[in-house]
């Protein structure tokens, strides 16, 4: 399984992926096109039935029952675009076997070094083998890893079909990393009474509870007038912006909180004298929290509104998606066969809300409940992204696990 994993997930993340927020097409890049394509035709060699693709670029397949239980059909599903924070452009794949827990030297041309100061847990994975990027990309592993391991999950099940199973449905999606994921992800087609996203980050993670999340666009007007006569005329927007921001509980961002503590995040700032535009996203676990954070938002601009005029400041304030632990607490035992199997596998299971947004938190709210399990990534979305092939075997046969167990216990 190990060099199965590793011919895969390279192949696999040497295409550019990359998402696009400012395309209106679904995917919004044709690299995911090209991906999506790819693993039609894997798809279908591997021996999976009922292998289709959309319009859209959603890709979906059966893995049939061979077991006379009712068991309940259940599904797994992986992203397959990468992040925007960095280049995800000729990514080179580097393999280091048998981890020495030391610094590793990505690139010796650009003194890219990944160190256990800077990164504590890589001891951890001393004596494992590890892919890791040349220190000029990002690595692709969220998602691609979790790609990578379904696959894998789905070709061993099929070479061994004395392992006993109800049916099974996976999907390849695109646009997670830009928020769409599931926009356009037909549900009643995927016919799951449940599923998986196979998207988490260190061995063991278990997510089954998310943020309530929005995005505040805030436009600030001003009046530009020349400096030297400027006085009782101008209206700098980019101070009345810095006074807006200021006016946001200082504590409340992403860099001082942790577990189940919201933030407001201030994502960008651009302007001048007389035009800023403020980008900010709003998060909280507790509903109730997540409404008054919005409150704040809207009662902060009004005052800014009351102070300036109400025509100098506009706010967009829009719901991006909830927690789907709302949805997944009522149907407990999907969490709980994913924390079995990781037992029964020598696992620890970590249970911890996911502090940011994945395809489950909208999946969950449009009727396919959706927890989130690990991949063995870790550093996501820049150049010190790395992943443990041997977690990598530990999530494909998780997969394996929960499929055998929903079988038994039907």
Same mark, same amino acid.
């Given at each position: 399984?190990?060099?199965?994993?590793?011919?895969?997930?390279?192949?696999?993340? &040497? !295409?550019?992926?990359?998402?696009?927020?400012?395309?209106?097409?679904?995917?919004?890049?044709?690299?995911?096109?090209?991906? *999506?394509?790819?693993?039609?035709?894997?798809?279908?060699?591997?021996?999976?039935?009922?292998?289709?693709?959309?319009?859209?670029?959603?890709?979906?397949?059966?893995?049939?029952?061979?077991? =006379?239980?009712?068991?309940?059909?259940?599904?797994?599903?992986? +992203?397959?675009?990468?992040?925007?924070?960095?280049?995800?452009?000729?990514?080179?794949?580097?393999?280091?076997?048998?981890?020495?827990?030391?610094?590793? !030297?990505?690139?010796?041309?650009?003194?890219?070094?990944?160190?256990? &100061?800077?990164?504590?847990?890589?001891?951890?994975?001393?004596? %494992?083998?590890?892919?890791?990027?040349?220190?000029?990309?990002?690595?692709?592993?969220?998602?691609?890893?979790?790609?990578?391991?379904? $696959?894998?999950?789905? @070709?061993?099940?099929?070479? #061994?079909?004395?392992?006993?199973?109800?049916?099974?449905?996976?999907?390849?999606?695109?646009?997670?990393?830009?928020?769409?994921?599931? %926009?356009?992800?037909?549900?009643?087609?995927?016919? @799951?009474?449940? @599923?998986?996203?196979?998207?988490?980050?260190?061995?063991?993670?278990?997510?089954?509870?998310?943020?309530?999340?929005?995005?505040?666009?805030?436009?600030?007007?001003?009046?530009? /007038? +020349?400096?030297?006569?400027?006085?009782?005329?101008?209206?700098?927007? $980019?101070?009345?912006?810095?006074?807006? +921001?200021?006016?946001?509980?200082?504590?409340? @961002?992403?860099?001082?909180?942790?577990?189940?503590?919201?933030?407001?995040? *201030?994502?960008?700032?651009?302007?001048?004298?007389?035009?800023?535009?403020?980008?900010? /996203?709003?998060?909280? #676990?507790?509903?109730?929290?997540?409404?008054?954070?919005?409150?704040?938002?809207?009662?902060?601009?009004?005052? /800014?509104?009351?102070?300036?005029?109400?025509?100098?400041?506009? *706010?967009?304030?829009?719901?991006?998606?909830?927690? $789907?632990? =709302?949805?997944?607490?009522?149907?407990?035992?999907?969490?709980?066969?994913? #924390?079995?199997?990781? !037992?029964?596998?020598?696992?620890?299971?970590?249970?911890?809300?996911?502090?940011?947004?994945?395809?489950?938190?909208? *999946?969950?709210? $449009?009727?396919?409940?959706?927890?989130?399990?690990?991949?063995?990534?870790?550093?996501? %979305?820049?150049?010190?992204?790395? /992943?443990?092939?041997?977690?990598?075997?530990?999530?494909?046969?998780?997969?394996?696990?929960?499929?055998?167990?929903?079988?038994?216990?039907?």
């Amino acid at each position: 399984m190990k060099n199965e994993l590793i011919e895969r997930f390279t192949s696999y993340v &040497k !295409v550019d992926t990359q998402s696009d927020e400012s395309s209106e097409t679904c995917p919004s890049t044709e690299g995911q096109w090209t991906l *999506l394509r790819m693993l039609v035709e894997e798809l279908e060699t591997i021996g999976m039935e009922e292998v289709t693709i959309d319009e859209n670029g959603y890709v979906m397949a059966t893995l049939p029952s061979n077991t =006379e239980k009712q068991v309940p059909t259940i599904g797994f599903l992986a +992203h397959v675009d990468t992040a925007t924070d960095f280049t995800g452009t000729n990514v080179n794949p580097q393999i280091v076997e048998n981890y020495d827990g030391e610094e590793i !030297v990505l690139n010796k041309a650009l003194k890219v070094v990944m160190s256990p &100061k800077d990164f504590p847990s890589l001891p951890e994975y001393k004596g %494992h083998t590890l892919i890791t990027t040349d220190g000029t990309t990002l690595l692709g592993a969220d998602n691609k890893a979790g790609v990578t391991e379904i $696959m894998t999950a789905m @070709a061993y099940l099929i070479k #061994h079909p004395e392992i006993k199973h109800g049916k099974v449905r996976v999907a390849f999606t695109p646009d997670e990393e830009i928020g769409r994921g599931p %926009h356009k992800f037909d549900v009643a087609a995927f016919n @799951a009474n449940y @599923a998986y996203t196979v998207d988490g980050g260190p061995l063991g993670e278990l997510e089954y509870e998310s943020f309530n999340a929005a995005g505040a666009k805030i436009t600030i007007k001003g009046t530009n /007038i +020349h400096p030297g006569s400027a006085k009782d005329k101008m209206v700098n927007s $980019m101070k009345i912006a810095m006074e807006l +921001h200021s006016k946001l509980p200082a504590g409340e @961002a992403p860099e001082h909180t942790e577990g189940y503590e919201g933030f407001f995040h *201030l994502l960008s700032f651009n302007g001048d004298v007389e035009q800023t535009k403020l980008n900010y /996203i709003i998060r909280d #676990h507790d509903r109730e929290n997540f409404l008054a954070r919005k409150t704040t938002i809207e009662n902060i601009v009004n005052e /800014i509104k009351g102070k300036y005029g109400s025509d100098s400041i506009l *706010l967009e304030l829009n719901d991006q998606y909830y927690n $789907m632990g =709302e949805k997944i607490k009522p149907v407990m035992e999907i969490v709980d066969i994913a #924390h079995e199997a990781m !037992v029964s596998l020598d696992i620890k299971p970590i249970i911890k809300p996911i502090r940011g947004g994945t395809d489950g938190s909208q *999946l969950s709210y $449009m009727g396919l409940p959706t927890p989130n399990i690990f991949t063995g990534g870790e550093n996501f %979305h820049g150049k010190y992204e790395f /992943i443990s092939v041997d977690n990598m075997i530990k999530a494909t046969n998780t997969v394996i696990e929960i499929i055998k167990l929903t079988e038994q216990k039907a």
